[in-house]
């Protein structure tokens, strides 16, 4: 079993609201990544928990908040986007960190994401 | 100079030839290679991964990789029009962070 399950499949937010999208596995993998994905674009790295830590943080803007709350559970809070933040936003988990033994990542089906 | 680096495409292929995709990357210290195909709309799917030099088959799918030359490649034999998607390289750089190349859209026609 190789599922990530990510949650809302779509949201339509407006600029002012708060939102938080959903990740999870049972795959008992120890890394977990935030990406975002514009059209036609490759999926671009947001930000790496590693065991539970965030260990990679790339340069995100502080509208978007990581949390893992714990080894199966991925959020990712929203607050104040802009509309240029429309994207498909993919959560992907590994056995081990990129680093290690295992790295291969498995994707959820993404939420896509419209701020209007 | 992109840490990975892919012809953007499009490839177009008759169905039943063997399509060949890609990759270049810029870290020496890399370690994994991956790559995966996405269809449109969708998230991206891992379809093979190698870490040791040389060929590594599953299927109608062959990796490549030359460490010494920084080049991965993929080779679908028996190409199928549901093939037809953009195939994504990937590689974990020295960080630890796993880049992904821009992708190369691939055409299968019956």
């Known amino acids: 079993d190789t599922e990530v399950t990510q949650t809302p499949k779509h949201l339509v937010m407006g600029m002012t609201n708060k939102k938080s999208l959903k990740c999870e596995q049972h795959?008992?993998?120890?890394?977990m990544y935030w990406y975002k994905q514009k059209a036609k674009k490759p999926p671009e790295l947001m930000f790496v928990?590693?065991?539970?830590?965030?260990?990679i943080n790339e340069s995100v803007p502080s509208r978007f908040s990581p949390e893992c709350p714990n080894s199966s559970l991925l959020n990712l809070h929203l607050h104040a986007l802009q509309p240029e933040d429309s994207a498909l936003y993919l959560c992907?988990?590994?056995?081990?960190?990129?680093?290690?033994?295992?790295?291969?990542?498995?994707f959820g089906q993404g939420t896509r994401l419209t701020v209007v | 100079q992109k840490e990975v680096e892919q012809n953007s495409g499009p490839l177009s292929v008759p169905e039943g030839a063997i399509a060949s995709l890609n990759c270049t990357y810029s870290?020496?210290?890399?370690?994994?290679f991956f790559w995966y195909r996405q269809y449109s709309g969708k998230s991206p799917e891992l379809i093979m991964f190698?870490?040791?030099?040389g060929d590594k088959e599953d299927g109608r799918f062959t990796a490549q990789l030359n460490k010494a030359s920084q080049y991965v490649s993929l080779l679908i034999r028996d190409s199928q029009p549901s093939d037809s998607a953009t195939y994504l390289c990937?590689?974990?750089?020295?960080?630890?962070?796993?880049?992904f190349g821009q992708g190369t859209e691939l055409s299968v026609k019956p």
């Open positions: 992907a988990s590994s056995l081990g960190p990129g680093t290690l033994l295992n790295p291969e990542a498995f």
């Open positions: 795959m008992g993998h120890r890394a």
């Open positions: 928990y590693s065991y539970e830590k965030l260990s």
């Open positions: 870290d020496r210290g890399s370690q994994s």
């Open positions: 190698i870490y040791s030099n």
């Open positions: 990937a590689v974990y750089n020295q960080g630890g962070k796993l880049i």
